[in-house]
């Protein structure tokens, strides 16, 4: 067996490259970026902006009267997180469980995000969840949405999750009560429920946020965020043909991960659109193969899982010797790289870190080279391929993949207006948007502006008030840094669980991490009901203990972090007194297996140790 076992080797990487120039090069890119203000150059959906969060664009709430109730568990969101949530509660006979959802269905994400020409952008066969249990194959390598919704209705209908679930309705308010030892949920429908516990599952990216440009009430134009997208203006679907644009001229202000795959559908719609770009992305080709029903054939129980964890190894381990990388993708391409070049040493095992590190850093030069060159192969314009070049490295932010967006550009109707030198488009007007002084008419503005992920924690989790005992808020509570046990509890917050990136191990797969933390709350939940207790709560001692792990064994990425041009993945390169701040929140240093080994053993003790039972 090669090094690689049997699955892909290193590609083909420029070698040709001066290293110190690229870092100078680097360094001046993030410079001419940074915002003193860092994240709160974004503003929060209020008031005007409201709609473009709280107003469903494709299921019409229907009325109905309030709930009053008690109940075991509420589980509050239903994507990802809420439905493996409640999925493992349901295999730990907790029955009573009701999720509650803004959106009109299940789905999360894959809900709200119907843009044109969505897909996942790291492969389905790790990404989507369940897939085993449900005995379901994705169509192809990266599904498309729908695809990723149906199966989110299909987990729902499956685990008999719709006949408690509550559609079309906002958790407003949620406040500990000591003497019915609940949890008071208020709703944006009048509901008084009752929980026993809760499940904070609403997942880092559901509430869509705007850039807080001077004048963007002002438009009078029709706008709308990409997760809202409104179709009965553009008309068309998910496929694009987006018909009711061959008049308009449009906007798009971001060129993130949604931003690459509507661009293409626009480009070929739209009278003539411009695309508004503060940093590039990295954009590799796609290659999204249909699903192999040979390969099918082969597959084993357990594959899902043992594939998840192989590409943890070859992304967020960096490298995997004699592991064959079976995902072989962008994603695993440096991983790759880096294997070849510690496995051709004399004595790989005597490499010492800060060589690897040396090497680790060279090999991201050359990728992120190589994706620069393409573009000069595949963009006509020299300027506007010089413009759409990323010089940061590789995981500075979301890889991405497609094979239509580059190309876009060398159509006459596209112009791409670069705005990296004034760190952002200048302001907007009732007719459109200026930049470097051009006012840029338009009649429609599409923010592809991301979503609430390093902001404050209120603004994340879209809730106006979370007390705890003696009305402790959560949001002071967390303000200077998360306080948990094992990433799911806090002291002060009885019968509350979170899910997500707090202080837990991260897996390079989301999904991977919620089936765990699901798992992991349905145990806590089952066993307290079991042992007729009312009331589960985190010792302050087991949670200090906790806090201090995660301290010592924390992997300091902030040298990288600080190298990298700003964007969420870290917090928008600090700024507004808030410092970076990581989206994976503060991982466990040792890594998610062994996270997942950690909680495991806890659980095989059973005596629930750190936590208080009443």
């Known amino acids: 067996m090669s090094m690689f076992g049997n699955g892909c080797g290193p590609t083909d990487v420029p070698t040709d490259i001066d290293f110190d120039w690229l870092r100078q090069k680097y360094r001046q890119e993030r410079e001419k970026r940074l915002r003193p203000e860092g994240s709160k150059q974004y503003i929060e959906l209020t008031d005007e902006f409201a709609d473009f969060y709280e107003v469903d664009p494709y299921t019409p709430v229907q009325p109905r009267d309030p709930i009053t109730e008690e109940i075991d568990v509420a589980v509050l969101g239903g994507g990802f997180a809420g ?129 807080g440009v001077p004048g963007i009430k002002d438009f009078k134009g029709h706008s709308f965020h990409s997760s809202r997208w409104d179709y009965e203006y553009t008309g068309g679907d998910t496929n694009g043909n987006l018909y009711k644009l061959r008049d308009k001229k449009v906007a798009v202000i971001g060129t993130g991960a949604s931003a690459i795959q509507i661009v293409p559908h626009l480009a070929r719609d739209a009278k003539h659109l411009y695309v508004f770009q503060r940093t590039p992305s990295t954009v590799d080709a796609r290659n999204n193969t249909p699903t192999d029903p040979e390969w099918v054939k082969t597959l084993k129980p357990g594959w899902q899982k043992e594939r998840q964890r192989n590409f943890h190894a070859w992304t967020f381990e960096g490298m995997a010797l004699g592991q064959p990388d079976l995902v072989c993708d962008f994603w695993t391409e440096l991983g790759r790289n880096v294997a070849a070049r510690v496995a051709a040493l004399p004595d790989p095992a005597a490499l010492k870190p800060e060589e690897y590190m040396a090497i680790r850093e060279e090999e991201n030069f050359k990728l992120m080279e190589r994706l620069r060159r393409r573009i000069d192969e595949i963009v006509e314009d020299p300027e506007t391929a010089e413009k759409l070049k990323p010089y940061y490295h590789f995981l500075c932010k979301r890889p991405l993949s497609n094979d239509d967006y580059l190309p876009a550009f060398n159509r006459p109707n596209v112009t791409l207006v670069d705005v990296s030198d004034t760190k952002g488009v200048e302001r907007i007007t009732e007719k459109g948007i200026v930049a470097h002084g051009v006012e840029y008419e338009v009649d429609c503005i599409i923010y592809a502006s991301g979503f609430e992920i390093t902001t404050d924690i209120k603004r994340r989790y ?68 079991k042992r007729g207790a009312t009331v589960v709560e985190p010792t302050k001692q087991a949670q200090d203990a906790w806090c201090r792990t995660i301290k010592e064994t924390a992997v300091d990425t902030s040298a990288f972090d600080a190298e ?10 600090g700024g507004g007194g808030e410092g970076l701040r990581s989206h994976l929140g503060e991982p466990y240093g040792p890594g998610f297996y062994a996270f997942a080994d950690l909680l495991a053993e806890w659980r095989a003790r059973g005596d629930l140790d750190g936590l208080v039972l009443q």
């Not at 949620?174 to 929980?195: F, P």
Request: glycine share 10%.
């Open 83 to 211: 439905l493996l949530a409640a999925v493992h509660l349901k295999k730990a006979g907790v029955d009573d469980v009701r999720i509650i959802e803004l959106g009109g269905d299940f789905g999360g994400v894959w809900y709200w995000n119907r843009y044109p020409g969505i897909q996942c952008d790291n492969e389905s066969y790790c990404y989507i969840p369940l897939l085993e249990e449900l005995d379901y194959i994705p169509s192809k390598k990266f599904a498309d949405g729908p695809e990723i919704y149906e199966h989110c209705r299909n987990i729902g209908k499956h685990f008999g999750l719709y006949e408690k679930a509550i559609f079309s309705t906002q958790v407003k308010a949620m406040r500990w009560d000591d003497e019915m030892k609940r949890w008071r949920l208020a709703t944006n429908r009048g509901d008084d429920i009752r929980a026993r516990f809760v499940v904070m599952a609403s997942g880092p990216f559901h509430r869509p946020k705007l850039p």
């Open 462 to 529: 879209s809730i106006e008030t979370i007390e705890g005992r003696g009305g402790l808020s959560l949001f002071d509570y967390w303000r200077d840094g998360y306080k948990t046990f094992h990433g799911m509890t806090s002291h002060g917050f009885p019968n509350q669980f979170f899910t997500g990136f707090t202080q837990v191990g991260i897996s390079a797969n989301i999904s991977a991490n919620y089936e765990l933390q699901g798992e992991h709350i349905a145990y806590i939940i089952a066993e307290a009901l």
């Open 564 to 573: 990298c041009t700003p964007g969420y993945y870290n917090n928008e390169g």
